[in-house]
């Protein structure tokens, strides 16, 4: 099945108080925009977990005073 890219129209059953809130938070005037920034952070927030759990994996955040002892 082929994937559209994209906007897409969904009719989708949200939080009416969660919405505005978001709204607020983002200081954004549509609920579409509040929505596509809000799924956006999700997506940053999964990237910054998958960055810092390679990083807990490296040389980069090793503690010297470990070595030393």
């Known amino acids: 099945m082929a994937t559209k890219k994209g906007s897409v129209r969904k009719n989708l059953r949200l939080s009416q108080a969660k919405i505005d ?3 607020r938070i983002l200081g954004t005037k549509t609920e579409t925009e509040t929505i596509e920034q809000a799924l956006d ?3 940053f927030r999964s990237e ?3 960055g810092l759990e390679d990083l807990a994996g490296s040389q980069l955040l090793r503690d010297p005073d ?4």
């Open 48 to 50: 910054v977990v998958s």
């Open 66 to 69: 470990e070595e030393a002892a």
């Open 21 to 23: 809130r978001a709204k």
């Open 41 to 43: 952070l999700v997506a």
